[in-house]
């Protein structure tokens, strides 16, 4: 029995040492170098070929490298009955929230203007040097709600959105459809941390701006899958939002003529808002390979219908 590591141009170094020492007793295969291929009842995966895991006929269960799985079950060929697993560390949350904060803080203490009239060698004291925030955080699970509290503990009014009801000590929480809009017209920052599934597809755009208050700010810290860059464009110019705050896009790396490079009410950063730290990945794949052989329950399951 052996473990399979698909992450085609993905420098795998830090990843081989953290599986050794999480046990160097364990078989562990990188693709396409992968041997007797029935041997293999684990495969830990990134951005894996669509159809590549049909070849291990003996596969037993599929572990995401990281916090998301939309990169796994985009693939058509995704054998069938095979639980799937993600990583869930305290190292991301922290990391994720944190980026969160950073974000609003930006649009809160204006640097964006600051930098603008750096440039321009003004020195405007006289101005108001924060902006009012009440944000709105799209997706409170357990990365949202650690930025919640974070900002919350700062002082800053949060509300929160899911697909199902939260409850959190001093935020208020929407859920469903029919509590979108009334979330949308509570805040003026708006926070994506939604996973990647069909429902949440392009759901940055301007139907969902046209519902906002005029002038909200945009941050979006979960998938590119979720933005319309397009729409933000354009409902940033003609005044919807009064910016965005992006670290992630439709197709990486951001190629080197999209607008957004030059435009500017839009920060980027290049996807690294949250970063799994293979030490502590390969200790739970572990964990969860070892609990698949021996036909205990498996942590970070994840409901493939839900797509999370």
Not at 132 to 147: K, P, S
Not at 246 to 270: A, G, R, S
Not at 294 to 302: D, M, R, T, V, W
Request: aromatic share 8%.
């Amino acid at each position: 029995m052996s473990i399979v590591i698909i992450a085609p141009n993905k420098d795998l170094s830090r990843w081989i040492t953290a599986f050794n020492k999480a046990d160097e007793s364990l078989d562990v295969r990188i693709w396409p170098e992968t041997g007797d291929q029935s041997e293999i009842t684990c495969a830990v995966v990134w951005g894996h070929p669509a159809g590549s895991l049909t070849a291990f006929p003996n596969l037993k269960l599929i572990c995401s490298m990281g916090a998301g799985v939309d990169h796994v079950l985009k693939d058509p060929e995704l054998p069938d009955g095979v639980p799937i697993v993600r990583i869930v560390d305290e190292g991301l949350s922290f990391s994720m929230s944190n980026y969160v904060v950073s974000a609003v803080m930006y649009h809160h203490r204006r640097f964006d203007k600051y930098l603008a009239d750096k440039k321009a060698h003004i020195w405007d004291q006289p101005s108001p040097p924060e902006v009012d925030c009440r944000i709105g955080i799209m997706g409170f699970g357990v990365l949202g709600q650690e930025a919640g509290r974070k900002l919350k503990a700062l002082g800053f009014e949060v509300f929160g959105y899911s697909n199902s009801r939260k409850s959190v000590d001093g935020i208020k929480c929407f859920a469903g459809e029919d509590g979108l809009s009334t979330f949308l017209k509570q805040i003026n920052v708006l926070v994506c941390l939604l996973p990647a599934t069909p429902e949440t597809k392009g759901i940055l755009n301007r139907r969902l701006f046209a519902d906002m208050n005029r002038g909200t700010y945009l941050i979006n810290a979960a998938r590119g899958h979720h933005q319309v860059a397009n729409d933000i464009i354009e409902a940033i110019d003609n005044g919807m939002l009064s910016g965005a705050f992006l670290d992630v896009f439709e197709n990486e790396p951001l190629p080197k003529d999209h607008p957004v490079w030059e435009h500017p009410k839009v920060f980027i950063t290049p996807h690294i808002a949250s970063i799994t730290n293979p030490d502590a990945a390969a200790y739970q794949i572990v964990a969860n390979y070892k609990a698949m052989l021996a036909g205990q329950p498996l942590k970070n399951k994840i409901d493939r219908d839900r797509g999370y």
